[in-house]
């Protein structure tokens, strides 16, 4: 077994202790497919750690609960952060006892932190195929527990999402088999966000 194949098993049999289920499978490890399926799909050429990242992109995600932090957007903020530096360490650990370097681990712990989105390429690859696995399976969710909000509200959400993409991830998001109202309320964010995202096209990274 490579130290690639060693560290994805190594990443899966982690996230496979997740409580949560759906279908009877762990939420983290359809969460950790969808993100190394996607990747394949829109980044075939995608490097060894980017894959890594993609698969550690919610490493045991569970053992943070939400539920620890106060509403609102610092308190959302405030976790994801936590979120990102728990996924991160956990990675060191799985890829420093598969033998990979320092440089290495250190690469995939930005990444997975997300240090570097709009300055390092696979930093916005991650953030793109994080992006499109949301709106493919996870924002009809999104949609029902947040019903309470306007389309005004979802559109704003929306605009953030696609400002931190890349035109690659805009592509394959557009591509979505995507319900009416999701695809409807997409491309009103697309069409608010149309000059900042033209800027950041300009300066594109893909």
């Known amino acids: 077994m490579s130290a690639l194949d060693a560290v994805l098993a190594a990443i899966d049999a982690a996230n496979a202790e997740d409580p949560r289920r759906v279908d009877g499978r762990a ?19 995608a490097s060894d750690l980017l894959k890594i990242a993609a698969r550690a992109q919610h490493l045991k995600r569970w053992e943070i609960p939400r539920a620890d932090y106060p509403e609102g957007r610092k308190g959302y903020n405030d976790w994801r952060r936590a979120c990102r530096i728990h996924h991160a360490a956990l990675a060191d650990e799985i890829m420093r006892a598969n033998g990979y370097d320092a440089a290495s681990i250190a690469h995939v712990g930005a990444l997975i932190r997300k240090e570097q989105i709009k300055k390092d390429p696979e930093s916005q690859a991650l953030e793109n195929v994080a992006a499109v696995v949301f709106l493919a399976h996870y924002f009809d969710e999104f949609l029902e527990k947040y019903a309470g909000y306007d389309d ?3 559109v704003d959400i929306l605009g953030k999402t696609l400002c931190k993409m890349s035109p690659r991830g805009h592509a394959a998001a557009l591509a979505l088999p995507l319900p009416d109202r999701a695809r409807a309320l997409i491309a ?14 300009a300066v594109s990274l893909d």
């Open 152 to 154: 005004a509200k979802i």
């Open 27 to 45: 939420f983290e490890i359809l969460y950790a497919e969808r993100m190394s399926a996607r990747l394949a799909a829109i980044y075939p050429d």
């Open 188 to 201: 009103a964010a697309v069409e608010k966000e149309a000059a900042a995202l033209a800027k950041l096209a």
